[in-house]
């Protein structure tokens, strides 16, 4: 299962996150990478250096999207989201539908405790 960017969904503060974000990643992208291997006269080696700025840019744009817009499962027999940061807006509500299962169960146990005296 693969996912991808689901840009329909993103709103504008999505994609505010998203711009901020790519752009902090790219400032760590070293342009040296390419501008010293320029200099070489090896034309396999600045294939190389070329594929290796390509794909420092490709992982900050693909971390960003990762972090910031919604994700699409394209997956052949579902249509399920993924949302970054969803245990983030979960997180409570599990911890108090855990606490409110966990006191079912423990009042049920002494009902049927107290039916078997």
């Given at each position: 299962?693969?996912?991808?960017?689901?840009w329909?969904?993103?709103?504008?503060?999505?994609?505010?996150?998203?711009r901020?974000?790519?752009?902090?990643?790219?400032r760590?992208?070293?342009?040296?990478?390419?501008?010293?291997?320029?200099?070489?006269?090896?034309e396999?080696v600045?294939?190389?250096?070329?594929?290796?700025?390509y794909?420092a840019v490709?992982?900050?744009?693909?971390?960003?999207c990762?972090?910031t817009?919604?994700l699409?499962?394209?997956?052949?027999?579902?249509?399920?989201?993924?949302?970054?940061?969803?245990?983030?807006?979960?997180?409570?509500?599990?911890?108090?539908?855990?606490?409110?299962?966990?006191?079912?169960v423990?009042?049920?146990?002494?009902v049927?405790?107290l039916?078997?005296?």
């Amino acid at each position: 299962m693969s996912a991808a960017a689901d840009w329909s969904q993103s709103d504008d503060t999505c994609l505010s996150q998203y711009r901020y974000l790519l752009d902090i990643a790219l400032r760590s992208v070293d342009i040296r990478i390419i501008s010293s291997d320029l200099k070489q006269n090896s034309e396999n080696v600045i294939h190389k250096s070329i594929d290796r700025y390509y794909d420092a840019v490709a992982s900050c744009v693909r971390n960003a999207c990762a972090k910031t817009i919604t994700l699409k499962c394209q997956n052949l027999q579902s249509n399920e989201y993924i949302v970054p940061g969803w245990n983030d807006y979960v997180n409570d509500k599990h911890d108090t539908a855990r606490a409110a299962f966990l006191d079912w169960v423990y009042s049920n146990c002494i009902v049927v405790n107290l039916a078997l005296v």
